[in-house]
């Protein structure tokens, strides 16, 4: 009777062990994107910790996640790692809180690369330039601009469209 506890014990040991390597395995090994994903939620757990859960969207569909952690903030942005073809399979990349405003926009399925950098600086090539028409002081309000616009409107250019109205 021992031995078939034993065993069973044994055989149950030895599938939870290869549960986690191989999805430690799978996930170094697999195609891995990024996106802005907000903490939402932090709950305190007693003893247990702090858990942190956090969204983000690709392809217009939401995900979430969980980080136990007591240095994420609730209601700042953060970057989320995740399994490209599994988006339910995700994490926060780098816990510095981000200021998505300061990044080109996410594409549709995430950046291919992480956008920031170890200590939370933005790499140059994801930052979000802005040129001289595109400053508070030369926008109307109700009109955004991203990186994306190919034409960009400013204040004297409606004034001018205005003034020289078509017959």
């Known amino acids: 009777m021992k031995s078939i506890f034993g065993r069973s014990v044994f055989l149950v040991l030895i599938i939870f062990i290869s549960y986690i390597v191989f ?24 003893t247990a910790g702090v ?7 690709i392809k217009e569909k939401g995900y979430f996640g969980e980080i136990g952690n007591a240095n994420v903030t609730f209601n700042k942005y953060f970057i989320v790692e995740f399994i490209v073809d599994k988006p339910k399979r995700n994490r926060i990349s780098i816990q510095q809180p981000i200021d998505p405003q300061n990044l080109v926009p996410q ?52 004034d001018f469209l205005k003034q020289h109205k078509n017959p």
């Open 23 to 46: 999805n430690n395995i799978s996930w170094r090994i697999a195609a891995r994107n990024f996106a802005v994903g907000l903490v939402y939620k932090k709950t305190s757990h007693g």
């Open 51 to 57: 858990i942190g859960e956090y969204s983000f969207r």
């Open 107 to 158: 594409p549709p399925g995430g950046w291919t690369e992480c956008p920031i950098n170890e200590d939370g600086s933005i790499k140059e090539k994801y930052k979000r330039h802005k040129k001289k028409e595109q400053t508070e002081e030369n926008q109307i309000t109700g009109v955004e601009f991203s990186a994306q616009d190919s034409a960009q409107v400013t204040k004297s250019s409606v």
